[in-house]
């Protein structure tokens, strides 16, 4: 594992000297059906070296042809980050020698990405809003996967040997690069994850992404820089790589803070580098010293020619675009009328688009919100799943809720009949009517259960009459068994008014 | 004057991890001159009005539709490989990748 020996210094008294500056650079695999620059499957999972054509093993006089598609993905996801799109831009090679390209080249782009100058702001955990200016996104392709094999560790130090699958190799990638971000302070830790899962939402929302990190289709570079308070001069970079997960953003960022603060405080400087990140040990590791850009040697990719987006494509695309995700949380808020915690536990437990459901279905805001949050999360949280993988449905919470309006069945009666459901006996109707849950409110069933009780405990019945009203509470224990436990408790306290004649 | 010192020749070759001898560098510092050089005399006729092409003839958007063709069988892809495992490209460990 990594054997990392770096000294730290406390966070807080990290930022108490210095003012953290951040950069971001997240890639994005874009979900089109084929590769950026061949017609291979763009498929995840599949049978190694299965998804590969001449293209994507960069075989003598193969032509890439790039993929209509995954351009428009790319000016979709320009437009959402507010970004320019470039009217002309074109291709480049990035050159190096290593074994996940077989071409020794990636093709990217370089001084002309397809989008720039953008804005996102993003929304801290306690609603403040922090704004993240975008420098480009630029359109590229992944990479092969290597697999190491021998030595002990299934990591790169100490393997033998590498196994190459070209599977992945050419699927559309967009990678998007932030400005410098400065200002974040002790926040920055959460800002990195905030921001990431800004994007991941953005890209999600557009349909552009499956969005799952756990498969590396967003991977976020992270880089960090400390300078003193007060100085005006950036201090040097680590970028912290392929961090992926929302956790681990903000823990590298955090880690990185720590790390620095030590070097710096001791005098030594920060070697500008990669690092690699542990989830084991939550730190960061030496990579290699950053190679400066001319290392790459870009040159214009000669076997592609430009792309040219005019006005109108672009507009049509900007039609296209789905009500942004911050504006959609901020829309429904309003509606609903919850209050900010209420609607933040909402959007953290992943149900915005259920209670959506549910409300336009005919149920009021707050008892989407009561099944949503209360009982579903309950039973989700029992069965250790996901509330959405639940098998609930809105049109459930419609059903039992109109059971209940309709007092057919009462509240108690309706949670039973959620776990029923999720149990999967059915729909509320169909579980009402088999299993004879309905509340029992007819008169005469009611009346007969409720002559007996007052037969059976006269001295209640005078307490009743003597104006002690909350007797009455000692009347519905007998009813309720008569009735199993189905008498409306109302309708019961009613009967018995009137039947005494007060 | 030639634009490729001996000392570029020898980052070069890190770069393309490819090892070359002093003889060998020697030699190729003065081929490569002679090919810069001879591409460099491109921008005396160059001139500023005329933007810089990647590309002989003047097309854009030469794009294809998003639709999946034909793939490779595994012993196609691997007909080439030096070394394979397991459907794999079998490659040495190298270390100071990306």
């Not at chain 1, 993240?132 to 040997?161: C, F, N, P, W």
């Not at chain 1, 695309?317 to 808020?333: F, G, Q, V």
Request: charged fraction near 30%.
């Amino acid at each position: 594992m990594s054997n990392y020996t770096d000294e730290l210094v406390d966070f807080d008294v990290a930022l108490e000297k210095y003012d953290p500056v951040l950069g971001f650079e997240v890639h994005v695999e874009l979900n089109t059906k084929t590769k950026m620059f061949s017609d291979a499957p763009n498929a995840f999972g599949d049978a190694p070296n299965t998804n590969v054509t001449p293209v994507d093993l960069g075989l003598p006089g193969v032509l890439p042809v790039v993929n209509k598609t995954a351009v428009e993905y790319s000016i979709l996801i320009g437009l959402a980050l507010n970004c320019k799109i470039a009217e002309r831009c074109g291709f480049a090679r990035k050159n190096y020698f290593y074994p996940d390209t077989p071409k020794n080249f990636q093709t990217s782009q370089y001084d002309d990405p397809i989008a720039y100058d953008g804005w996102i702001d993003i929304e801290l955990e306690d609603g403040e809003i922090f704004r993240v200016e975008i420098e480009r996104a630029h359109m590229e392709e992944d990479a092969g996967k290597l697999t190491h094999m021998g030595g002990s560790t299934g990591r790169i130090q100490g393997a033998d040997y590498s196994l190459v699958d070209y599977n992945r190799s050419g699927v559309p990638l967009v990678e998007i690069v932030t400005k410098t971000i400065e200002g974040a302070g002790k926040r920055a830790p959460e800002l990195a994850k905030a921001y990431v899962a800004a994007i991941r939402e953005i890209v999600k929302n557009l349909g552009v992404s499956d969005a799952k990190m756990e498969r590396g289709n967003v991977r976020c570079d992270a880089n960090v820089s400390l300078m003193l308070k007060g100085a005006d001069k950036f201090g040097t970079r680590t970028e912290t790589k392929n961090v992926n997960s929302l956790r681990a953003v903000e823990h590298a960022v955090h880690f990185e803070i720590e790390r620095h603060a030590a070097v710096l405080d001791s005098g030594a400087k920060i070697v500008q580098e990669t690092r690699h990140w542990h989830e084991d040990t939550r730190s960061t590791t030496s990579g290699r010293p950053k190679s400066d850009a001319d290392d790459y040697r870009y040159f214009p990719e000669p076997d592609l020619v430009p792309i040219v987006t005019t006005a109108e494509w672009v507009e049509e695309l900007r039609s296209r675009l789905p009500e942004p995700p911050a504006d959609r949380r901020k829309r429904l808020k309003a509606d609903w009328g919850y209050a900010d915690k209420e609607f933040r536990d909402v959007v953290n437990a992943g149900v915005l688009d259920e209670i959506e459901a549910t409300i336009a279905a005919g149920t009021s805001a707050a008892v989407a919100r009561k099944w949503w949050m209360g009982e579903i999360a309950r039973l989700a949280k029992a069965a250790d799943k996901e509330i959405a993988d639940l098998g609930v449905t809105p049109a459930t919470i419609v059903e039992l809720n109109s059971l209940i309006t309709s007092k057919k069945i009462n509240d108690k009666i309706a949670r039973q009949v959620l776990e029923f459901v999720v149990d999967g006996e059915g729909t509320p109707n169909e579980i009402v009517e088999k299993r004879s849950l309905a509340v029992v409110n007819d008169d005469d069933a009611l009346g007969k259960a409720v002559d007996e009780a007052m037969a059976a405990m006269p001295d209640v019945v005078e307490k009743i009459k003597g104006g002690k009203m909350q007797a009455i509470g000692a009347l519905m224990g007998p009813v309720m068994k008569a009735t199993r436990g189905q008498a409306d408790a109302g309708r019961v306290r009613e009967i018995v008014i009137e039947k005494l004649g007060l | 004057m030639s634009a490729i010192s001996r000392e570029d020749l020898v980052h070069l070759a890190q770069l393309a991890h490819i090892e070359m001898s002093g003889a060998e560098l020697d030699k190729m510092t003065g081929e490569l001159g002679v090919i810069v050089d001879a591409i460099a005399s491109v921008s005396e006729v160059a001139s500023s009005d005329i933007p810089a092409t990647s590309h002989p003839i003047p097309l854009t958007n030469v794009l294809r539709e998003d639709v999946v063709g034909q793939t490779l069988s595994i012993d196609e892809v691997l007909l080439n490989a030096p070394d394979s495992d397991s459907d794999r490209f079998r490659v040495p460990a190298i270390l100071d990748g990306e």
